[in-house]
């Protein structure tokens, strides 16, 4: 389910519809953090396309907290 939501996120931030790519990768991600936990690859994966995410929205305050 985790992965549906990441490439749903991936499908709406190429269609430019970031608030809907926003909704899908914290979805997954919070999903990810359960099942995975902190330190998987794929939890910073989640982390990094949030940030990207935010970087086009221009929020880039946002953006560097899903960095760091």
């Known amino acids: ?18 608030e809907k790519a926003l909704e899908n990768h914290h979805k997954g991600l919070g999903i990810r953090l359960q099942k995975l936990g902190e330190k998987h690859p794929h939890v910073a994966e989640s982390y990094r396309d949030i940030a990207r995410v935010y970087d086009k929205l221009e929020n880039y305050h946002t953006a560097i907290e899903h960095c760091i």
């Open 1 to 18: 389910v985790a992965n549906s939501y990441y490439n749903f996120g991936i499908f709406y931030y190429k269609l430019g519809q970031y």
